[in-house]
């Protein structure tokens, strides 16, 4: 690793993506090896400062700041890294990309469509790599998926179902998740924007949308669930659902597509795990959906990690889109496709404010991308 | 069973839910014991002499007729049971209730809300039982999870969401299911009419749809798959799916409720088992999705069969469906709640008709029963 | 059915298993049709005369004895079907041979393997179909997997490994399935015997047991457990289990057979399924565990039921076992290979002993047959 | 983490197990936070020059050294982790002990019994704090099993079955693994010693074994395959199994427990589940195994991880079992019970040794051990 260059890294934010982002460049620079840049914590900042000089030095940045105008300035840094709030993912994004440095931004890239396209549009203009950080496009089995799609071998893709549910929505604690001004929205821009970004990612562009919303803790500002008929401007059609009230279901992001001449079906509660129906079994009388256990050395990302069937986890989605990031600021190459780019991000609103204008229209909604050539 | 009343049974069709509903009445003569009266076959009708009269010999009715109104005027007649395809369902049910004779009809019951309609209320008003064969009711899991519904162990109802997937529609075979006139609707009334069933018998009324449909088969009438919003009276929300083009899914009716204090998920693929997550168990630290394995003595309709584990089948919801209808006969007795009435077959009608108004209209539509007091 | 001939049939016993046949010829005579043969229930035999006579009244049977002997002088009775308890299968079963009535007998043939061996030897020398009831050979999801063997997909075996759980063996109630004396052994003879016969009819003879057992309950005479290392004659080796003390587990016959090229494995509870793992996907990245749902119309003994996707339950393998034998008689042809014979009935005996000596001696035993060419 | 004393950590070996380990030390350091200790990664041994000065490199150790000894020699070593092949287990964990450094070392701690008892012996007598690195005790899910068996829930436990099943044995390859002087077994030491210990940790003591071996591939030295029925002190009974030959399995070591009042089972490739039955629900008609996902803030070891349902893999067991092992070295406590000393290294081969000689003996076999009080 002594020839490889370096990168400095600045963090805007400190709490939980924080350390998912920390723990990835950490981990990436000895499990990828040789990793395509070297990365080097320079400062991370935050408003609380005990909190955020704790977090420096837990993870190992130099300094850390309290206010992340000090991270546009400093010429260490040659990656912004925007673990921070919704609430500050514009201006602090465009800034450092108007300072030449790359950009990575948590999702959802803004609280809404227009704030997004803003983002989008002046840090394409800077010319540096971005990307949204919609990390289950790095899941390996959510890449296979996208190679099996990409291959043909499902055939014309008829349906896209997908929920995103978890539990945790009824509770009376005053989180910046739930405040509209700070979140834009509620378990729309935090669940459904994932499985917006996967399903443009599997299958394509989404064309119309007839949504419903509901908020189901008294006086909450956001939405606590989104359900969503989708229609495809290929032709598919199906459902997105995205729900905080869903007891028992921890982080189940689950999803199938349906082919004329196969299936694909996901859970990221067992992550490491395809089901996949397909033509070609020696018979068809043994044909069924088939537990593909994604942990082969041939496997999208597995020459980083273990033998087959040692599985990883979570946050290693992380450490796959770092790495792919980092390649492509090395080698000056695209994000996209399978990395998200800001567009994407976007995108992914795009299709989150036309869910909304569903839900309190009542009238089917199509999407009209800006900036689309 | 000497002491048991006996009933003759009139039959209309003979294909593939004739075979189901006649196995259904010669099993539970002798699987619930006493039976609550003693089916007697009287008398089986379809067009084609040839089949028909082979179907007599079959399943052991003593007659075989090739006009229904036969049936109508055959005294020795107390159950007219109706398997016949969707377009016979309306004039002969009317006129066997209006001949003093019981009714089951299969679903859907009429080819649209209207029919529907029409043929409730003139059912109805001869005051003979009435049933419309929602056999999913029937399900041991089904009944279970009604009973802990309704014993309010969930709490509060967020969520229903539910999806009915085949994968037979790429064909250009010249059924009568896709067939307009013979069928009314495609999937829609196929499929998702029973997950509407469903849906009311589980959560309550459904308040309003925002749907698309889709037809993938160039050249067909009627609808290969429908998605849709939906919104109950009692304030949770979800999704309906229905199609015939999910390739690999063979006969998967699958749901999951979702509630303030637990959770219901089941899969008709695997009718024995539900699964269940709720309050209650020794430590928070061990709570999951338990698969209760719903073969228990205690447990609904195993009075009737195996010690438990010992799995029963699709066809025996047909024999619960019945035993249910008997036992409102020979007791005068209820079919509702447990048992679909007419009523139940018509506001299904009523629902799947808002989904193609709602599909065609690009809005959301509200749903209104009629003769609702 | 006008043309197919009869065949009068006499039963011993009334309880589980005489439940489970009376169903199974009711039901062949229009599921599998049209039948080999259509049975006639003649007479029914048991000590209790009340008990027996309401037995007679529910399942339809002409007659009912107290004495198993008038069977055996009943001219009407082609076919006797012993699904009395293990102390009366011998003597009659012999009897009603020697008699010239074809037998199916319940499993475990004997209540040893020198009973065992009598009883086959004497059956066979009249020249009557005979049957040992290993209705689990009649699951289609297990014949399927024969199959799949047979036709060497799967390699080499090098193992089977199989376990029947269940978990009723905590009670006080004295049943003859207890007493030594009636019944020879415990979970024994009562499951691991199914689990043996099963390993012959998929992978071949086993050479040699080493195996332990345990009796939880105290003053039992019987084994509630027993566990063995086992090794085939043709180079496999693996374990088999069987308990009526695993908590949870209601009805757990499962099984697994890992070939140089794929394995297989089951599930009783979910008997429907059968999970393959094999060459010949059209990417060795999407291999995996398949789950065929075993319901289609080319699947073993579809032909007698539902669409695919419709699933059939535990007491649909009587119906296929009993029409198996039907056929065999109907057509003079083998039970063997694919229905277990009396000598089947042996074989597993005789490897049940070999386990039950290892356990006394702690010392592996070699399974020896007798009258093996 | 200023205030955390640091610990010199040497290593031998810088293959499969060596990265495991290495990515331990750097992950805990701020995924433990504060950690017990800050491992310093002094130097790294290995006799292919070029490739363990890449090691040293890639994982950050100050030097590296071709000889092993020049780490016993080295001061600044505290803790000396051995991660090299079964052969250069005893030898150089003596030394380091000897030379005062606490002591990891790779599972099978010996190639048989007696070189492990001496190795126990003889670093005990130091006093160090020594660890045999059986990390599957250190998976949150089993960790759980543990604390429930322990706590009573399950009552008095009657079977324990378990089979670790691989698929990579049929190969021409030359590994150390399948070098009987380098390994000392086969699937026996590398896999089976895992289930013994996960036995011996779960259930408790071994009390006798009867065991079959088999090796597949021709002109192999070593067992490819052991199968096993075993008696625990405590009164339970089961099977252990281990193969190199299951094809499909990829790294499926799996287990299952019951108890007279519940039930516990657990799958190594969805490792963040348990499968729990047991007394307490609401309902005993809604009793059913539960699916704990095992990812709540209060289970075991999660404080140092993530939100409910985002999954940690294989991995991560290093960081909890080397975590565990610098708390004892900084609290001056106990290794045991739940982190595995190197008498349970010794403990788990004196049962692996009666496996090998009740498969040559084809006796049943106790197991003594030494040094038993």
Redesign the interface.
């Known amino acids: 690793?002594?020839d490889t260059p370096a990168i400095g890294v600045g963090m805007l934010g400190y709490g939980?993506m924080a350390k998912?982002h920390?723990?990835a460049y950490?981990?990436l620079a000895?499990?990828t090896?040789p990793p395509p840049l070297r990365p080097e914590l320079v400062a991370i900042a935050g408003r609380d400062e005990p909190a955020v000089a704790e977090a420096a030095?837990?993870?190992?940045f130099a300094d850390h700041v309290t206010d992340w105008r000090a991270l546009i300035g400093d010429d260490r840094i040659g990656l912004f890294d925007n673990s921070g709030p919704n609430s500050l993912h514009a201006e602090p994004t465009i800034a450092a990309a108007q300072a030449g440095k790359h950009v990575i931004c948590e999702k959802p890239l803004g609280r809404d469509a227009a704030e997004s396209y803003e983002t989008w549009q002046r840090v394409q203009a800077t010319g540096v790599k971005h990307m949204c950080a919609f990390n289950y496009r790095f899941v390996p089995a959510v890449r296979?998926a996208r190679e099996?799609v990409a291959s043909g071998?499902?055939?014309e893709i008829?349906?896209f179902?997908a929920?995103y549910?978890?539990e945790?929505g009824?509770t009376d604690a005053a989180l910046w998740r739930f405040d509209k001004a700070a979140a834009g929205s509620g378990a729309l821009g935090d669940l459904a924007a994932h499985v917006v970004d996967l399903a443009r990612y599997l299958v394509g562009e989404i064309e119309?949308v007839?949504?419903?919303?509901?908020t189901?803790q008294p006086g909450r500002e956001v939405d606590d669930?989104v359900?969503?008929?989708?229609?495809f401007e290929g032709?598919a059609?199906?459902?997105i659902?995205a729900?905080r009230?869903?007891?028992?279901?921890?982080?189940?992001l689950s999803w199938e597509i349906?082919?004329?001449?196969?299936?694909i079906a996901f859970d990221?509660?067992?992550?490491?795990?395809?089901e996949?129906?397909?033509?070609?079994?020696?018979?068809?009388?043994?044909?069924?959906?088939?537990?593909?256990?994604v942990?082969?050395a041939?496997?999208p990302f597995w020459e980083h990690w273990?033998?087959?069937?040692?599985?990883?986890?979570?946050?290693?989605t992380f450490v796959h889109e770092l790495h792919h990031l980092l390649t492509a600021i090395r080698q000056d190459g695209d994000v996209a496709p399978h990395g998200a780019t800001l567009e994407d991000g976007y995108r992914a609103a795009e299709v989150c404010d036309a869910m909304l204008r569903?839900a309190e229209e009542?009238?089917?909604e199509g999407v009209t991308y800006r900036g689309r050539g």
């Open positions: 690793m002594g939980f998912a920390a723990n950490k981990t000895y499990m090896w030095r837990r993870y190992g296979l099996i071998e499902l055939g008829h349906h179902r929920r549910l978890q945790w009824a119309a007839s949504a419903l919303t509901a189901f669930a359900e969503a008929a989708v229609a032709g059609v199906g459902t659902e729900s009230f869903a007891t028992g279901r921890k982080n189940a349906n082919g004329a001449k196969g299936s990221l509660e067992r992550l490491n795990e395809l996949v129906y397909g033509a070609g079994p020696p018979s068809p009388r043994s044909e069924g959906f088939r537990t593909v256990l942990t082969e041939d496997h273990w033998p087959a069937g040692h599985i990883i986890g979570w946050e290693h569903s009542g009238a089917r």
